[in-house]
């Protein structure tokens, strides 16, 4: 029996786009179309599709459009995959990796990456064996030379050599200082209450300058913003370099120290309108990969 293009688009459709594991698109096919299909013929389904996009060089075009952009955000999370990733090759000496733990490079974990333009229009999936520097940094298309958004990451740090920068997600640092003004005691970790405060401003003011048709904020309310920053860090350090905690520093010595070395890419956003503030967009756009790995078993 011969399956045509309605049957194959039905079966990608359901399990590509709506999630739906193959055995149960399958029964589904099965009971609305009145032709049955096995589990097996649906998972070949979209491996056809797959290669027909491959064989028509949508890869390289979705490449080269998202190497044309100015902006890009970038995420990645772990999956489950039926084959074991490969061990990735030992980094080269001196070039730390933020996976080694304790000097040693950590085995391959399998990832997706998603790669986006900050409206959503592109998205771009990619299975990457580890999320080493070298695996995570590969994804981002070689072309690129414009400003990366991610979420605190150190692996994409070493692209600096070749964009133009990295804007750090604001929503995740505020996620963190929450997770810190939480630990007490007292009112002595008020100082990353201060940093939330200090960052829904920036993007407040950035958002009021941008409805203005302005381009860049007044100097002195970012100069403001920057100096109360500073001041915060300097607190949130002063008062957790000494506290004692079960497993190494303590989170809100952690964190101060880095947000002083990440100072310049956090407020990237405050001095380039191009750039938001968040990379909530490819967290978004992980939610599919997630969602599927969730219904489908592996």
Known sequence: MSYGPVLNAAAVLLTASGNVPAERTAQVMGMLLGIE???????????????????????????????AGGVLAADETP????????????????????????????????????VRTPDGRLTFLQAIGSRRKDSVGGGIPAAFTGYLITDGYTGYQHLLTKIAGIQQCAQHVIRRCRAVEKLGPG?????????????????????????????????????????????????????????????????????????????????????????SWTNNVSERGAKAAKRHQAVSGY
């Open 37 to 67: 299909v096995s589990a097996g013929w649906v998972d070949k389904a979209a491996s056809r599709v797959n290669a027909q996009l491959k064989a028509a060089g949508f890869d390289d075009a979705m490449i080269a459009a998202l190497a």
């Open 187 to 275: 009112g002595v970790q008020n100082w990353a209450g201060d940093i939330i405060t200090i960052l829904q401003e920036a993007h407040r003011a950035v958002e009021d300058a941008r409805a203005r048709g302005s381009t860049a904020l007044d100097q002195q309310v970012l100069d403001d913003l920057r100096e109360r920053y500073d001041t915060a860090v300097r607190s949130g350090i002063i008062h957790n370099r000494l506290r004692d905690w079960h497993d190494g520093n303590h989170p809100g010595y952690s964190l101060g120290c880095w947000l002083r070395e990440y100072k310049e890419q956090v407020f990237l956003f405050t001095r380039n309108f191009t750039v």
């Open 79 to 114: 999956v489950n995959v039926l084959d074991p990733a490969p061990q990735p090759a030992p980094a080269p000496d001196g070039a730390n990796d933020p996976e080694d733990k304790d000097g040693k490079a950590a085995a391959g974990s399998p990832h997706v990456l998603i």
